[in-house]
């Protein structure tokens, strides 16, 4: 049973801990009050980004730019017993190694890390965009953004 008292993290190669996942996950557990369990998937699927970033030669921040190829990296790579991803791998047309309900858990834990880590200095700004889709209102119709431009006037 949770304690109240504990939460998950994430460890490197060296059973280092990692930082910033670390101070995220933390906040999460004791400043945002989330469950010991939430933390726990949370640093699951940051470990997988950071092992895919390992394997690929990549720095997780400037990573996320290659979001795409983490998404097909998880959907066909399956994992060994010992937690390294099997050294044949399948692509598109195969039976997918994670399921869409999975992969997608994986990507919220990685947006939330990277946005965390943009928030306290350790990503650039420009991962926002990476991770985000960020509009503006050029698509929007006509009357739509000047109503809104009225309502903000008065």
């Known amino acids: 049973m949770p304690s109240g008292v504990r939460y998950w ?83 598109p047309g195969a039976e997918p190694a994670r399921k869409e309900r999975r992969i997608n858990g994986v990507l919220i834990a990685v947006r939330g890390l990277l946005s965390y880590a943009v928030s306290v200095g350790e990503a650039p700004r420009s991962v926002l965009g990476q991770i985000y889709e960020l509009a503006d209102n050029r698509d929007l119709p006509l009357d739509v953004t000047t109503c809104r431009a009225r309502r903000a006037v008065w």
Request: glycine share 8%.
């Open 9 to 91: 993290t994430v460890v490197d190669d060296d059973f280092e801990v990692v930082w910033v996942a670390d101070q995220w996950l933390r906040f999460l557990r004791f400043g945002r009050s989330r469950a010991e369990l939430t933390t726990k998937a949370y640093a699951e699927g940051v470990a997988l980004y950071l092992l895919w970033c390992r394997i690929t030669g990549r720095q997780w921040p400037q990573a996320a730019r290659d979001m795409g190829l983490f998404m097909v990296w998880l959907k066909y790579t399956p994992s060994t017993p010992d937690g390294e991803p099997a050294s044949v791998v399948l692509g």
